[in-house]
Nanobody
Framework: QVQLVESGGGLVQAGGSLRLSCTAS????????IGWFRQAPGKELEFVAA???????YYADSVKGRFTISRDNAKNTVYVQMNSLKPEDADVYYC??????????????????????WGQGTQVTVSS
């Protein structure tokens, strides 16, 4: 069982930055792939980024070059640094865990249905 807690959301002006954190319980965190998704009201979950248990990193085209995902296994935490934020980045952001030691190709990790555990979400608001 893995429990995830997101933090770091808030209000920022367009062009600004935020860093989201996803902290997990459990001693096997390093064996999980962690993904970030976002969701606007009335819309489906959208893949943002993922970092696998073997260190593979994937980004959605919409955030590539602006967002950076990283993990610190000693702290059971995955980060996503979000720079050059745009109004269209405003959403509720969720982190999710897939694993342990599960397949981590982009064709798998981009789908929310492939994740076993989810956090409660953190709101990101970007003012124009």
């Amino acid at each position: 069982q893995v429990q995830l807690v997101e933090s770091g959301g808030g209000l920022v002006q367009a062009g600004g930055s935020l860093r989201l954190s996803c902290t997990a319980s459990g001693r096997t965190f390093s064996s999980y792939t962690i993904g970030w998704f976002r969701q606007a009201p009335g819309k489906e979950l959208e893949f943002v980024a993922a970092i696998s248990w073997i260190g593979s990193i994937y980004y959605a085209d919409s955030v590539k070059g602006r967002f950076t995902i990283s993990r610190d296994n000693a702290k059971n935490t995955v980060y996503v640094q979000m720079n050059s934020l745009k109004p269209e980045d405003a959403d509720v952001y969720y982190c999710a865990a897939r694993g342990p030691h599960s397949g981590a190709y982009y064709s798998i990790v981009r789908y929310s249905s492939e994740y076993n555990y989810w956090g409660q979400g953190t709101q990101v608001t970007v003012s124009s």
